[in-house]
């Protein structure tokens, strides 16, 4: 009896597809190119083509469909309202454009807080119900779950670690993203080359500094680059100060930090660990705690989104998934 | 048929306990010194007292005892693990010591946690179910509650506002209460009047400036005295500052700020706005969002403590508090 899920993920690059048994076992999957430079209609439309190719015959036997979207959104509308990879997208409701079509509930939810239900539902956070999940790549974007439940707030605008502001020097006031996401980790080697820093990486970039990124600084740090270790680690305190906001706030028993930064490792997670370890208030906080990198890869979206579903948009405790599978 | 709720408020002064209706109509109450200085078994004893004399002839009538406590403490334990101002207690057991006497379901909450389940029921807050509580007085302490029920965590020690680390100056970490609550604010002044700087206090304190504290410095500000002024200004944006993360994390509807240093009023609030409105990610977060003194006064942690009973200890939604009465 227990019905099948749909689940897409709306990416900059790709859309992706998929159906779902009711335990989160994979039935089928599709992908294609989003093109999003062909504005929202015509993404939305190949959205449609995409679920048709994974809808079953009937309908009767579906749950729902789950999306997960870039953000900012607001999953109690469906709305979402101007993602940065997304151009042309304002104010677009989606989930209202896809429950017309299939005549289906739609639930919709930013790619972060969907990810932090598939960590908890199937990654590295099963059986959790307290769980903090940061994605660290050209933004920092987080979902959390505070006893069994996704934290959205009044307009699903909730868990925005990523945006908390920081003071980094007497009045500048900037944001652990602006600080700590792949683009400042590049930003701050071509800064230090520019006055003159040693660094293979000036050898490496030759002359154009603007081919440096957060992926090359990752491989001169793996290599021992000292300027490159300095500027991941300096990213992995930040990091860390954040993760102590979201233990003080949340008093998680889980941190799961993912996204493609965190594929430099210890280069990046003995620092976080090493300000977490000298800013927590209490030992209580960090006793038993787990801070662990992403369990899920490349279907954490559809997984995720499998979850928006299951959990009728993170309002259901995700203990009774549990119950039931 | 409603059942009555016994409430008591622990505080390092005065053991105050009260009896409500179950629409938290205050029958009865009755105050007492807790004389901290005989430790905690004698202090137990005496809200052991003040507990049997708001108590009806007939136990069955009453749904519970709750007991707002300073923290840190374990709400899910009922353990109080070791209050600045309750000296010589080490974890201690109070709820069960509570239980184990009356043979009565008790709650214990930390008091910042049960003023925000008391603005939310009676107070600024009715019919939130997204709300932000902060109170600013000798230390700084917050509750949050989010979609209608109390952010605890895993063990109870969530919501501390307070405590989140912020970068002063490069590589000097501090937190928001060491930053912007009353003795910060004394200490600012007293810090530039040791420097030269000029100022009402200097004539006003003597040459005793110990005697500085929040509340003269609050008296000097509502004068005009600059120095003054500047010290609850910069509280206010660090505080302000503190409410960007609270918004970026819960998305709430309502932030209510109480403790003594609100009577200072707009020479606290109007910097504190100035700080959200400059370091808010995006005008979503505050468009329709109220940033308010709380509404009520002392008997606010009595009020909480019975709305923990009625909850059962913050687990219940809020709305459902509003539906039974």
Redesign the interface.
Known sequence: MAKQIIAVDLGGTQIRSARYDSDFKLLQRENTLTRAELGPIATVERMKAYIDRVLPASRDDIQGIGISSPG?LNPRTGVV?APPNLPGWDNVPLGEMIADEFKLPVYVGNDANVAALAEASKGAGQGC??LVYITVSTGIGSG?I??G?L???????????G????????DR?S?VELEAAGPAIARRVKAALANGAQSSLRDQAGSDWERIDARLVGAAAAQGDPLAISSLAYAGRIIG?AI???L??????LVVVGGGVTKTGELLFAPLRQAVA??I??G??VKDLRIERAALGDDVALVGAAALVATAGGNIDIGELGKRA
């Not at 934290?151 to 670690?161: C, K, P």
Request: proline fraction near 7%; avoid cysteine.
């Open positions: 900012p309202i119900r307290h959390i505070s006893d439940r934290v959205s707030g009044r307009d699903g605008l909730a868990a925005e670690l945006h908390i502001p920081i003071i980094v020097e007497q006031v944001s100060m102590v906001t979201a003080l706030l949340f008093n998680p028993e000298d800013h208030l209490d209580a906080y």
